[in-house]
Every structure is written in structure tokens, then in C-alpha cells.
């Protein structure tokens, strides 16, 4: 359950029918849990609540990832408090490309792709949100292709260009780098901006929706929104950005050396998913406890005064997978863990790899399989993973990538590992 910062507020989780409709009590608790990075207005501005505020997210790949995940938090206890979530998924603008942050313009994927990313992207939100109140009137996931692919650009043009300034755009962090290194800025990009401001005006005229969230890299694209829907309509919404998140050692959140931390279980299994949230770094434990799960912050702190360190990482890691991939995942991924690290025993809970034997060969060089198998990107790095002392064939310490193995002398299932914490389980078909 979710505490309320505010006496007398009842307040429970998604799902449940009492509510705390206070938009001041849900402000103060987004403060103290440390979700909240910049504002464009005084939520008093607001007025009486429910509200309704969404989240904006491009269908780029077929999952989003740890990084995308504070938002998502964002929206969950926003409804968690009573209010209306929206997620608007860029079936129109992931084929323009958002330009923020980047040095070049973004490849945009084809539309079959984007229908797909998007199937697969709505998946995520159900485990996060509360879907049961949503119908196909008002549903919770919108896609933005359903007002921007019919409008024509004449019109719109003549009703909306006089409110956007260039001025402004030009003042924004990423056309200054831009434009400073002469690196090209084309008007495709530019219209990113616009269409995002249309979308929290058609959300505002379609579903009452009065506050955007967003990542700190979405600020100007906030605030076009906002002076757009207040110059079209003369009411005054909100946004509200969420801070950028860094590790400790100074890494973007979900940034890894191997890769993105997807929140699909497809495209990272429960127990990977897992193990990230273990293997987080003592003097982030009780920021990540406060963002990514839902114990409330007296216990929080409570516990860093009272609990071990490993003790913390495991509720850590248990909580967030609860959160993504349902208790009895987590519950599974730990298990695994406990037997391969506790009992040295191997476990059915490993992410489960499939590659065919004949591509081995007869005899092959024991450096192959890490390849062949998508755990190492290139031979020559499964070499030097394995000259470091980093990598175990069925438990046994690798030194020699030269190695030669018979196929033939190899169970249908062999466990290979990468340093101390990533084990996998080889499936020889």
C-alpha cells in the first residue's frame, strides 16, 4: 500500500475504490519519492481533481526499458491516487523521429515495424496500470496516428503556425548544439515538436487531459504543449518532467555493457530483469527503493537504518519484478538466484537459450558458443571474456578461448556463464 503525505487522505492502490483525489497530496508525495525534476505551473492552477494526465512514448522498439520505467512509475501512482492515466504511443510521430538529444536525425522505422512496436508496447502498460475502468470510448493507450494522420498541413498550418514560435525552438538545448556544430537540423524534426504540442491539445479536447509527465529531455516539447493549448483555448494545464536518473559510478539508469534493460519478458527474462535490480550498487539502493518500488518511504528509510545491504538489494530486485513481471516471476527469479548462488546447483529458472548443434560442428572452439549463442557480440570479444577469467562452460572456469569441444559429448542442455552474476542456459536442439 501506498502511504498518503497527507493526514487524513485515504489512499490505496490501483484497483481499489477509495481514493485521495488531492492534487497537492499527490504533488507532495511525487516530491518525496523524487519523481519530480521541473514543473510549468502551480498545481493550485489546476483546480479540483480528478485529473487526467499522460505519458508520451514513440513505438522505436518492440519494449521500453528501464529507462523509460520512471515515468511509467509516475503515471501508476497518479492513478494510484485517483486520477485518470493516459499513454499515447507515436504511431504518427515515431515515423518523424524525435530529435531531442540526438546529433543527427533519428532512422525512422518502417510502418510495419511501428504497428508492430506497438502491439507489443501496450502490453507493458497492463501490468503497471489499472485497465479495468477503461473501455473503447476511453480507452487507457491511444495512438496519436488516430488525429495527426488526417490532418491536412495547409489547414493546420494556417490554424496553428501563428502560435509556435521559432524563437523558442531555437532557444532549446539540442537545436543550439545543433546549430553551434553545424550539424544539420531538417524541417522534418522541427514538426516533431509541433505534432507533440497538437497531441496534449487533442488530449486536452478528446479526454479533459490537463497535465503532461515526461522525461527532462521532453521540457520544450512540454511547454509548446502548454502555450499551445493555453493560446488556442485560454486554459492554463501542467507539465511535470521527471529528473534524469544516474547511477553512482556517473551511467545513465538501464545503460549497461550489455545492452538496454527491457521491460518485456521476451527481450530480457524476469530473471535478468531481476538480477539488474540485485546487482545495484550500495549507494544507490535506497534512491532506486524510493523510485522503482512501492514501499512506503518510512520503511524505506526505516530500513537503511536497520537492514543489511544484500538485504536491501533483494527487496530491491523483488519489488521492481513484482512490479513488471507479476510476484510469481519474481518469486521464481529468486529461487533461481538463491540455488545457483547459496547452493551451486543449476536451475530450470536460467534464461533459456536455443541454438542448433549442427551450427557448432563437429569439433568447435569453446569461444563459438558464447558468439553463436548472441552473448557476446564478436569473437574477438568472447576471447577476451574468456582470457580475463570472465566466462564457465557446465561450471568449469574458462582460459583458453582456443579450446576444442566435441558436439557429440555435449547434453541437449550445457549452463554457461559471464562473470559472477549472468547464467544461461544453452538448449542444443
Not at 514513440?58 to 494510484?80: E, K
Not at 521491460?263 to 539502493?285: C, G
Request: glycine share 8%; charged share 20%.
Amino acid at each position: 500500500m501506498l502511504e498518503s503525505p497527507q493526514v487524513g487522505c485515504s489512499l490505496t492502490l490501483v484497483g481499489h475504490k477509495s481514493f485521495c483525489f488531492s492534487m497537492d497530496a499527490f504533488f507532495r508525495y511525487i516530491v518525496e519519492r523524487g519523481y519530480v525534476y521541473q514543473q510549468t505551473h502551480n498545481i493550485t492552477e489546476l483546480g479540483s481533481g480528478p485529473f487526467c494526465g499522460y505519458v508520451g512514448f514513440d513505438c522505436t522498439a518492440p519494449s521500453l526499458h528501464v529507462g523509460n520505467l520512471l515515468q511509467i512509475m509516475l503515471l501508476r501512482t497518479f492513478q494510484s491516487f485517483g486520477h485518470i492515466p493516459k499513454v499515447v504511443l507515436g504511431g504518427a510521430t515515431t515515423q518523424i523521429g524525435d530529435p531531442s538529444g540526438k546529433n543527427t536525425m533519428r532512422k525512422t522505422p518502417p510502418i510495419e515495424e511501428v504497428r508492430h512496436n506497438k502491439a507489443s508496447l501496450q502490453r507493458v502498460f497492463s501490468r503497471f496500470l489499472n485497465f479495468s475502468q477503461a473501455d473503447h470510448d476511453n480507452p487507457i493507450v491511444l495512438d496519436n496516428l488516430d488525429w495527426l494522420e488526417g490532418v491536412g498541413y495547409l489547414n493546420f498550418l494556417k490554424d496553428y503556425g501563428g502560435f509556435f514560435s521559432i524563437n523558442r525552438m531555437v532557444g532549446l538545448d539540442f537545436v543550439k548544439t545543433r546549430l553551434e556544430n553545424n550539424h544539420p537540423l531538417s524541417l522534418l524534426e522541427l514538426n516533431y515538436m509541433v505534432f507533440q504540442a497538437y497531441d496534449f491539445l487533442e488530449l486536452k479536447r478528446r479526454h479533459a487531459c490537463t497535465i503532461q509527465f515526461g522525461g527532462s529531455d521532453q521540457w520544450g516539447n512540454i511547454l509548446n504543449g502548454v502555450d499551445l493549448i493555453h493560446r488556442v483555448t485560454g486554459d492554463t494545464v501542467l507539465g511535470i518532467t521527471t529528473p534524469l536518473i544516474m547511477t553512482s559510478s556517473g551511467t545513465k539508469m538501464g545503460k549497461t555493457e550489455q545492452g538496454a534493460i527491457w521491460l518485456n519478458e521476451e527481450m530480457l527474462s524476469p530473471y535478468e530483469y531481476w538480477q539488474f535490480w540485485r546487482n545495484t550498487a550500495d549507494a544507490d539502493v535506497i534512491k532506486f527503493l524510493m523510485l522503482y518500488t512501492e514501499i512506503p518511504t518510512n520503511e524505506i528509510r526505516e530500513m537503511g537504518e536497520t537492514t543489511s545491504i544484500n538485504d536491501l538489494k533483494t527487496a530491491l530486485a523483488d519489488e521492481a519484478t513484482k512490479l513488471c513481471h507479476g510476484v510469481d516471476a519474481a518469486n521464481k527469479a529468486k529461487e533461481t538466484a538463491k540455488k545457483i548462488f547459496e547452493e551451486h546447483t543449476t536451475s530450470s529458472g536460467l534464461p533459456r537459450i536455443q541454438l542448433n548443434r549442427e551450427a557448432l560442428g563437429v569439433n568447435f572452439q569453446v569461444y563459438k558458443i558464447f558468439v553463436l549463442s548472441g552473448l557476446c557480440s564478436s569473437g574477438n570479444a568472447a576471447k577476451s571474456l574468456i582470457k580475463d577469467g570472465g566466462a564457465k562452460f557446465n561450471g568449469v572456469l574458462l582460459s583458453d578461448p582456443l579450446e576444442s569441444i566435441q558436439t557429440n559429448n555435449l547434453s541437449d542442455e550445457v549452463v554457461v556463464s559471464l562473470g559472477k552474476k549472468r547464467n544461461y542456459i544453452i538448449s542444443l536442439e
